[in-house]
């Protein structure tokens, strides 16, 4: 079956240092890829996404690439803020509307 | 953009008794809606998938009789927890898929303590 594996947490960084979240997926045939993010005491806001290979998603500094050799997703910043701290799921959908199936999150703290 | 609402945010029951909680999507319809569960740091588990008109499909190892979910409207799914106990104590989040193909678009959650 589908499954996404996420690096573990927290990750503690200083202001604007750079950020990489690894993301791994397993899963048959194109998936789409996601990658939300999840404020204290809040839903999730989608961050990103990308819907086929080598597709570059992007977002408030956010990026990532749909890599189907090494089936990964990673999520990068080059110069994190305070306001960056969350936690971050990455997830794949087997189409634009079918259900999600999340990694387990990466709680990111930066200190100022 | 697409915006789904979920009330209430917050709240606190007692033992034995019934809580629901409302999902609307305020500026589409949404013909399927998907209700999660998150336990304290840790990942969202995908419950049921709630669909407009028919019954919701619900995951392995979640009780069809306990956790009530109906879809009767293009704007509005809920979720019952009947009988809620300590242990259904949890954030629960329910998204709607957004037209257009943009993926999903997610409620803020509602925090449920049972006591």
């Known amino acids: 079956g589908n499954s996404v594996t996420q690096m573990e947490g927290p990750v503690t960084l200083s202001e604007e240092a750079f950020l990489t979240i690894n993301c791994t997926y397993t899963?048959?045939?194109?998936?789409?890829l996601f990658w939300y993010v999840q404020y204290p005491g809040e839903g999730l806001q989608l961050l990103l996404k990308?819907?086929?290979?080598?597709d570059k998603g992007s977002n408030k500094g956010f990026e990532a690439t749909y890599r189907k050799e090494t089936t990964s997703f990673h999520l990068e910043k080059g110069s994190v803020q305070v306001s960056d701290s969350a936690v971050y799921f990455c997830?794949?959908?087997?189409?634009?509307?079918?259900?999600?199936?999340f990694g387990a999150g990466t709680q990111v703290v930066v200190t100022p | 953009g697409a915006v789904v609402s979920q009330h209430p945010s917050r709240v606190i029951c007692k033992s034995g008794t019934s809580v629901k909680i409302e999902c609307r999507s305020l500026?589409?319809?949404?013909?399927?809606m998907f209700w999660y569960r998150q336990f304290p740091k840790q990942s969202l588990m995908l419950m049921a998938t709630s669909n407009e008109g028919s019954k919701a499909t619900y995951e392995q190892g979640v009780e069809k009789d306990k956790f009530l979910i109906n879809h009767a409207s293009l704007t509005l799914s809920t979720l019952t927890v009947t009988s809620a106990h300590p242990e259904d104590s949890s954030f629960y989040i329910c998204?709607?898929?957004?037209?257009?193909?943009?993926?999903?678009?997610f409620g803020s959650g509602t925090r449920l303590t049972v006591v």
């Open positions: 500026d589409f319809q949404a013909t399927t």
């Open positions: 998204s709607a898929s957004t037209p257009g193909g943009d993926g999903y678009t």
């Open positions: 990308a819907t086929k290979a080598d």
């Open positions: 899963a048959t045939g194109y998936p789409s």
């Open positions: 997830a794949l959908s087997r189409d634009s509307w079918g259900k999600l199936q």
